[in-house]
């Protein structure tokens, strides 16, 4: 905030008269006892001739006013011998003010292709020298003011604006205040750097920012109730999705990954059949001229608002409806007939980069013609240019479901020959989709990570031709009541081929069941080479694999037929999860309790599969730790307590932020069929801080506080800090210990005084590469001096 003292105005281009002598500070004492006549005596005819120019910065004092002192810049000077009239150096435009006031006189952006912005941002790969960054990350830019820059007495802040009506509260208008320090997870900018009249600043954004193009002004202000000055920057700020960011949802926490999946700009499609599968190079050309500029065209045609832009869930949903024309006038036009001559038939293009191009150039006119490996090229380049990881996603033997009952059904007349007008449903040789990268805030844990996004038009998704994000551990569990469109992409991978045949009395039954028909050989590129990588584990289990079994079971019974498979004859078994106290320990073996309880009168018995896997605080899982089988087998009315064990060697290298693990239970019970199946999310603990003040605790006198921490793991702790804060006792810094050995103890003991009376808390964290979340607390009674 600006001094409310009076202020200090530069003298260049002000009253300076030829050959006078350097500038001299006097500070003149104005007492409005006297009365005005005395004054103007008193401050001499230069003042008098200051107040006449510039009467803004030499106000007149109110009578009724307390003493104050003014201090001024004046230039003494030696009248000529002759009295000519004093003879004024001219003003560059003519505004004796000009030069006093703070204002912008130019923004450098420092957007160039090669440097430090675009480079530490990853985007140094896109064509032109816009300034293109990621959220969540720090950037700079430099300003020329019209005179230095007084931090006590001056004030600055940045306007970034998008959208057709920016709104603070939408975060489409962001005001970006200037500080001392900045901190994570806020818009801030901070002076790094001042030489005379050039001021450069580090800005930060949030790794929630809204993404899309921004435009940027500078605001500045001389004094409280000065004149504020306003500077547009001329060039845009394009702000995309930051995979490199810990706190961006699309974050993805493997660098060979980022290079293939954002980075790299072609790419390898699969087609044929699962016996002759063949490959096609694909180039996504996402930093080519004009792309970016294709892409963000899109957002901007599209139904997504942009305050809704910061969500990739949303902007996913949206790009999956704006690739096809089926209804939205999108990028490209479907065309399955075999008759292309209005248009580049599908198998001719082999680029993203002319089809974006030609869309954007006519205004949003649609192309012609795509296919489904065309549809997931052009998906993929405007995913990754957006900066969300994609990649593309081949299914062999794919399945159309029409009725939602989650078969791939067939019907037969009496005579065992197909019905054709009901036999809608279909299985393609092949269909390409995509798979993107993000969490899922909005669906239970242990769903983020890959998402299957189709922008093929075949059915419609809450009235729009469009597919996803569909949960890929979603789809593998059979989960399809979780949004989006996960049911369909279910059936494309993983439903069984039904067959069945009309009566007499024109109902139909079931006479046979096909489990291997369908969601073979699922395909994309493999990471930092052009060979296939097979990613079928990751859509379904293993065929006929009780896994598998079950996951089609649970899916069906969420169909438009929940009867296609028999129901369990009871459900009288029941599995629940439970841990001792606040749960299991970091550094330790993990435990926890598997309760199967028979709640019939008859003896059940189940092979119990168990399997825990390492899992992001967002819900991606990371790895699987550990697998295995229990045979448990109960008599009536029996409960059974099994000790589940986690060793902390297989778990000791795996572990992220958070340190959170999933504990999956599946199976069958054979006697009746139930289908058991049961999730648990727990968090190895980590040791609290032990902080304890000492001394009194009054205003204006020290004291001290101790900490105290041990090392549970059997294993160094590299590059730890502690970082200390007090509000009201002592400012937030840091302190670097450094490496801890295994089991070892540290001790910090820290001295201050307190500012502030009444009952405050010493906050301390500790954080290193192999454990966080380490944290204590101190509530300390201060006292009045």
């Known amino acids: ?64 006013s307390y003493d104050v002192t003014d201090k001024v810049e004046v230039v003494p000077f030696t009248p000529v011998a002759d009295k000519d009239p004093p003879k004024f150096l001219p003003l560059t435009n003519g505004n004796e003010m000009e030069e006093v006031k703070l204002c912008v006189r130019a923004v450098d952006l420092l957007s160039s292709q090669s440097g430090q912005n675009r480079t530490e941002h990853h985007t140094d ?5 816009e300034l293109v960054l990621r959220r969540g990350q720090a950037f700079q830019i430099q300003l020329e003011l019209s005179r230095p820059y007084h931090q006590d007495t001056d004030s600055m802040h940045l306007d970034l604006k998008t959208g057709p009506l920016p709104i603070v509260s939408k975060g489409t208008h962001i005001i970006v205040p200037l500080v001392d320090d900045l ?25 929630k920012a809204v993404v899309g193009v921004y435009a940027l002004s500078v605001t500045t202000c001389s004094a409280k109730g000065g004149d504020v000055t306003v500077h547009e920057a001329g060039k845009k700020v394009v702000m995309l999705f930051n995979p490199w960011c810990e706190d961006d949802s699309v974050f993805l926490d493997d660098d060979d990954e980022r290079n293939e999946y954002v980075l790299n700009d072609t790419g390898r499609i699969y ?38 832009r910061w969500d990739p869930i949303n902007v996913v ?32 293009w082999s680029s993203s980069v002319d089809i974006l191009k030609q869309y954007h150039e006519a205004d949003g006119t649609p192309v012609a013609y795509g296919q489904c490996w065309v549809f997931s090229g052009v998906t993929n380049t405007v995913l990754r240019c957006l900066g969300i990881p994609a990649r593309s996603v081949t299914n062999f033997q794919s399945a159309h479901d029409t009725d939602v009952s989650l078969t791939t059904d067939v019907y037969l007349d009496e005579e065992m020959e197909p019905i054709n007008h009901l036999n809608k449903d279909s299985v393609w040789n092949f269909h390409v989709w995509n798979d993107c990268w993000m969490a899922r805030p909005d669906l239970p844990p242990g769903h983020g990570g890959w998402q299957a996004v189709d922008s093929t038009p075949q059915e419609t998704s809450q009235g729009t031709f469009r597919c996803g994000p569909a949960s890929v551990n979603a789809i593998r569990a059979g989960q399809v009541f979780l949004k989006y469109d996960t ?23 079931q006479i046979y069941s096909e489990k291997k028909a369908v969601g073979h050989f699922i395909s994309t590129k493999a990471v930092g080479s052009d060979e296939r990588d097979d990613i079928t584990k990751l859509y379904k289990h293993s065929e006929d694999s009780e896994e598998e079994r079950i996951s089609v079971e649970t899916a069906s019974r969420y169909g438009s037929k929940p009867d296609t498979y028999s129901v369990a004859l009871a459900e009288d078994v029941k599995v629940e999860v439970t841990m001792d106290g606040e749960g299991p320990h970091m550094g330790a073996d993990a435990h926890l309790s598997i309760k199967v309880t028979n709640l019939s009168s008859s003896p059940r018995s189940t092979a119990l599969r168990s399997q825990a896997a390492v899992m992001y605080y967002t819900g991606v899982l990371k790895a ?21 064990v986690l060793p902390y060697q297989l778990y000791q290298d795996q572990l992220v932020d958070q340190a959170a693990m999933m504990l999956t239970l599946s199976g069958r019970v054979s006697e009746t069929q139930q289908v058991l199946a049961h999730q648990t999310t727990f968090r190895l603990r980590t040791p609290d801080l032990e902080v304890k003040s000492v001394g009194d605790a009054q205003v204006g006198k020290e004291m001290s506080a101790k900490i105290s921490f041990t090392n549970p793991l059997p294993r160094t702790l590299q590059g730890v800090v502690i970082r200390v804060e007090g509000l009201g006792l002592q400012k937030g810094h840091k302190v670097v210990v450094g490496d801890v050995g295994a089991n070892s103890t540290v001790r910090v003991t820290e001295h201050f005084v307190p500012t502030q009376p009444g009952l405050k808390k010493l906050v301390v964290s500790l954080d290193c590469k192999q454990m966080s979340q380490v944290h204590g607390v101190a509530d300390i009674l201060v006292l009045e001096a």
Not at 327 to 347: Q, R
């Open 624 to 644: 699987t730790v550990k697998k295995e089988t229990l045979t448990i087998h109960l008599l009536a009315d029996e409960e059974k307590t099994i000790d589940w």
């Open 271 to 308: 087609y044929g059949t699962e016996k002759q599968i063949g490959a096609r190079t694909w180039n996504f050309g996402q930093f080519q001229e004009g792309i970016l500029e294709a892409c963000l065209f899109l957002l901007e045609k599209s139904e997504i608002a942009p305050a809704g």
């Open 317 to 348: 949903r949206v790009i999956s409806a704006m690739i096809n024309a089926q209804d939205d006038y999108g990028v490209l036009i479907g065309n399955w007939s075999g008759d292309y001559s209005d248009g580049t038939s599908p198998a001719a």
């Open 125 to 129: 790969a896109f064509h032109g020298d």
């Open 487 to 509: 049911p369909f992409v279910f059936a494309e991978v993983n439903s069984d081929k039904i067959y069945w045949q009309r009566n007499l009395d024109g109902t139909f039954a």
């Open 183 to 207: 901190e994570d997870d806020r818009w801030e900018a901070k002076i790094v750097e001042q030489i005379g009249n050039t001021v450069k600043l580090s800005v930060n954004s949030t790794p």
């Open 1 to 64: 905030m600006p001094s409310e003292r009076p202020s200090v105005r530069g003298v260049s281009g002000v009253g300076r008269y030829a050959g006078a002598a350097p500038p001299t500070r006097v500070q003149v004492s104005i007492n409005p006892n006297d009365g005005s006549k005395k004054e103007e005596v008193e401050e001499g005819g230069c003042r008098s001739w200051f107040r006449k120019m510039c009467p803004c910065c030499c106000e007149p004092q109110a009578s009724n």
